[in-house]
């Protein structure tokens, strides 16, 4: 009877800790799907290790980089279940492996995700040859800095970040830390941020703010706020993120709107606007993505509306994470991801804007990104200066940095120079090399084989132009790839303004002018008739197609009259013509007038008396001789 009691005794306690442990793991599971990783990785540690406990453990030290006890605990999950797993743990493992530079052991794992042999080592060897940049970087020196990232540029030397150093928020369940702030400061000579203050209450709430972006005016600002309430999405809670815009009015923020394409179904997030505000570049989970987070850009219409979202598609998005885009004065995008190949978590990439679309990512390289995350990058092209964040410390922190080139290794890019009809060569032509921003490199006048050679870099957008007197210049815009595969042959086509247009012709003389109706001039006059504006806004037009075509407006005399005055007079009139273009939009620049008197006729005409008014006609004209 003592037995069976005891027994009974034994059996209710045992019950009685299972429900607990059960509520515990319940209270866990809950804890963890609203994404309160620190809190819930305390209770799963203290659980038996089943699947979905490890499984969760893991991942709640991953998503908190603590990269260490995530790698123990993805081994033990992999040892025990790995045939029964997500593919998705397995990215995360090889994430947390390269977080600490196991590089071998990760692309076991990432090779079996991919289904293709992943070699890291080889890449960063490769990367680091073609890479465009090598950055300095140096910690900024921002006082009482709690996870501070994010900056972006609020003017001439002020700067906007988002931190959570504000211990009167309330505290954030994901990782213990209180609710994101957006602040602003100056920037010190030394790099030091300076006179640290935070927005006002119109755009700092008691939720999460961050990520601003401002118009070149420095009135429009757009900024990431987080909802209060959490919805469920495939089995998780979440809360998800918006893009507000503000306006700054009468010395304050103001008139702070959601935008019209957010959602409470997914997040669009780290906005960031075009140099000509006309486009906004952004992150987002929407319907369509190709994977976690990709990048997308919106029109931003001059009443204020805006269009549709657009994809940037597969070239910059992968089917993991593209966060945090940045457009450059220069329409270049720099993003991070996960997905690309890189050095573990987000890595910087960027990618040039060619021919209108973007070209194939390059990742920055291993002076700016860290087996951790690196994000939030922002620069500013022409002094080569800009800032980055990054958890590599163990918690988000600002870092300045310089970059210049990479000067590891060079490349070419050679062709020809030909007549785009008749195939011909062009020797003698002009053909110049431009990067990015339109700064000459190199150039080079062609020899008789009309042949040219450039030394170029890797990962790098340039322009070829051919140019040549009486032709149409050509501009050819190219990059080079991550791969080194830049052996870039470029035949340059160049078409004649003789081909291109009827009216331009070339003479005995072998010049080549356009032909225009005759201009006339009252008696004795300089003064530009009605009549000749009509024939003369036919050049107008002509050179406007044209930007580049530079001509000699010449005018000439017949033998009528004294040698001096006749010169005189064409001179007057040759210069009245160049004004007139002038007035219609052409720029002085590209005009020379001159006045030849009566020095080249067109017939015998050579002196007064011996010829008909209609021969002596003929030598009264202006011409118009194409420079360039």
């Known amino acids: 009877m003592k037995k069976h009691i005891y027994i009974l005794a034994s059996l209710l306690l045992v019950s009685g800790i299972t429900l607990a442990q059960k509520g515990n793991l319940k209270r866990a599971n809950k804890l ?5 990783y620190a809190e819930a990785a305390e209770i799963y540690e203290t659980k038996d290790r089943s699947k979905t406990v490890l499984q969760n453990l893991a991942d709640s030290y991953y998503y908190n980089a603590n990269i260490e006890k995530a790698i123990i605990t993805y081994k033990e999950l992999f040892s025990a279940y790995a045939d029964s797993l997500d593919t998705d743990l397995r990215f995360r493992y090889a994430q947390a492996l390269m977080g600490d530079k196991n590089y071998k052991e990760a692309d076991v794992q990432l090779s079996k995700y991919y289904g293709e042999i ?9 990367n680091g040859k073609t890479t465009p940049h090598v950055f300095n970087l140096s910690v900024l020196d921002n006082a009482n800095s709690s996870s501070d990232f994010g900056l972006s540029f609020y003017g001439e030397n002020k700067v906007t970040f988002a931190s959570a150093r504000n211990n009167e928020n309330p505290t ?18 030394d790099g030091k941020i300076e006179n640290i203050t935070p927005f006002s209450d119109e755009v700092n709430t008691d939720s999460h703010e961050s990520n601003a972006t401002f ?63 006309k486009t906004l570049y952004f992150a987002s989970d929407m319907p369509g993505t190709l994977g976690g ?6 029109a931003v219409n001059d009443d204020g509306t805006f269009g549709e979202p657009e994809n940037l598609g597969d070239k910059i998005n992968t089917p993991h994470r593209e966060q945090f885009p940045y457009i450059s004065d220069l329409d270049v ?72 080139e990479n000067i590891l290794t060079k490349y070419l890019v050679d062709g020809l120079v030909q007549d785009k009809n008749s195939k011909a060569l062009l020797p003698n032509s002009l053909v110049t090399l431009l990067d990015e921003t339109g700064r000459v490199l190199q150039d080079s006048i062609v020899g008789e084989k009309a042949n040219y050679l450039f030394k170029i870099e890797p990962n790098k957008k340039y322009t070829i132009r051919g140019t040549r007197k009486a032709y149409i210049p050509q501009d050819v815009d190219f990059s080079t ?11 340059l086509s ?13 003479n005995e003389k072998g010049n080549v002018q356009v032909e225009l109706d005759k201009i006339y001039f009252d008696f004795d006059k300089s003064k530009i008739r009605e009549d000749a504006a009509i024939t003369l806004n036919v050049l107008v037009d002509l050179m406007k197609k044209y930007p580049s075509m530079e001509v000699e407006v010449s005018a000439h005399t017949d033998a009528r009259g004294k040698d001096q005055y006749n010169l005189e007079l064409s001179k007057h009139r040759a210069a009245s013509t160049l004004e007139y273009l002038v007035s219609q939009g052409i720029d002085r620049s590209r005009l020379r007038s001159i006045g030849y008197g009566e020095t080249q006729p067109l017939n015998e005409c050579t002196k007064p008396g011996i010829c008909t008014k209609e021969e002596y006609e003929i030598n009264r004209r202006c011409e118009f001789t194409i420079l360039n």
């Open 293 to 298: 987070f990709d990048i997308y850009k919106v």
């Open 494 to 506: 160049l078409e004649s303004f003789a081909d291109a247009e009827e009216r331009v012709k070339e």
């Open 32 to 36: 963890f799907e609203m994404k309160a």
């Open 118 to 126: 992943i070699d890291t080592e080889s890449f960063i060897e490769l």
């Open 172 to 189: 954030y369940s994901w990782n213990n830390l209180p609710y994101l702030d957006l602040y602003k400061a100056t920037l010190a000579s």
């Open 333 to 404: 995008l720099y993003f991070s991801s996960i997905g690309h190949q890189g050095y573990g978590g987000l890595d910087v990439f960027r990618s040039n804007r060619v021919n209108n679309t973007f070209d194939n990512p390059v990742n920055l390289g291993s002076s700016i990104n860290s087996s951790l995350d690196d994000f939030a990058y922002v620069v500013k092209e022409n002094n080569n200066k800009g800032y980055i964040s990054s958890n590599r410390t163990g918690h988000d922190r600002l870092y300045g940095f310089s970059r210049e």
């Open 215 to 277: 118009s070149k005016d420095g009135k429009t600002m757009y900024f990431n706020r987080t909802n209060k309430s959490r919805i469920k999405s495939d089995g998780e809670r979440i809360a998800h993120v918006k893009i507000f815009k503000a306006q700054y009015v009468d010395g304050k923020w103001t008139n702070v709107k959601a935008l019209p394409f957010n959602s409470n179904k997914y997040s669009t997030e780290h906005p960031s606007l075009s140099k000509d505000g």
């Open 481 to 491: 790839d991550s791969e080194g595969k830049i052996n870039h042959n470029i035949y």
